[in-house]
Antibody, heavy 118, light 110 residues
């Protein structure tokens, strides 16, 4: 059974860079036909698509976040990562890593809360 | 990219059917047959209920069905049960490998 697990700091200072890693177990991140992505949800609010990556390294970002987002993949560790720069309080959210198939998310991580505060 | 529009809340009695709408534009919902629906219980990660407008993943009850007409997609839950009480989100492909979510709908079982 495929499992995804987010890891990273739960508290980030304003203007700094948020960094999260998603470790995939029970399957290979290099499997063809799959994309891997990041989605976030501010407390009490809806879901927001951040971006996705193919195992080859091709990336696709939400236009509204594109200037601040970098998603990368490390196939040797079966992991992919998210970096979001110049964070503000508005970036406080539960961040989910996800696996996509046929333009839908069929596997989700449990989510990790990242708070932006000094 | 603007969030897809969903009603804030929908309610129904056990056994009834309810429908949740998801309205976008010709650049997302209307332009592709790639609409998915997610169920989210409090404090939990979302769960895929419908993909490619009307396909159900293995293990999802056939009480859940999806459809699309023009720029509006819909999720119908028939035979409403207490366990269906949750938040529901639609999501559409928006071109160039990007996606947009809906605003979310809280389903209440009366």
């Amino acid at each position: 059974q495929l499992q995804l697990q987010e890891s990273g700091p739960g508290l980030v200072k304003p203007s700094e860079t948020l960094s999260l890693t998603c470790t995939v177990s029970g399957g290979s991140i290099s499997s063809s036909s799959y994309y891997w992505g990041w989605i976030r949800q501010p407390p009490g609010k809806g879901l927001e698509w951040i971006g996705s990556i193919y195992y080859s390294g091709s990336t696709y970002y939400n236009p509204s976040l594109k200037s601040r987002v970098t998603i990368s993949v490390d196939t040797s560790k079966n992991q992919f990562s998210l970096k979001l720069s110049s964070v503000t309080a508005a970036d406080t959210a539960v961040y989910y890593c996800a696996k996509l198939i046929s333009s839908a998310v069929d596997y989700w991580g449990q989510g990790t809360l990242v708070t932006v505060s000094s | 990219q603007s969030a897809l529009t969903q009603p804030a809340s929908v309610s129904g009695s056990p056994g009834q059917s309810i429908t949740i709408s998801c309205t976008g534009t010709s650049s997302d919902v209307g332009g592709y047959n790639y609409v998915s629906w997610y169920q989210q219980h409090p404090g939990k990660a979302p769960k895929l209920m419908i993909y490619d407008v009307s396909k159900r993943p293995s293990g999802v009850s056939n009480r859940f069905s999806g459809s699309k007409s023009g720029n509006t997609a819909s999720l119908t839950i028939s035979g409403l049960q207490a366990e269906d009480e949750a938040d529901y989100y639609c999501c559409s492909y928006a071109g160039s490998s990007t996606y947009v979510f809906g605003t979310g709908t809280k389903v209440t079982v009366l």
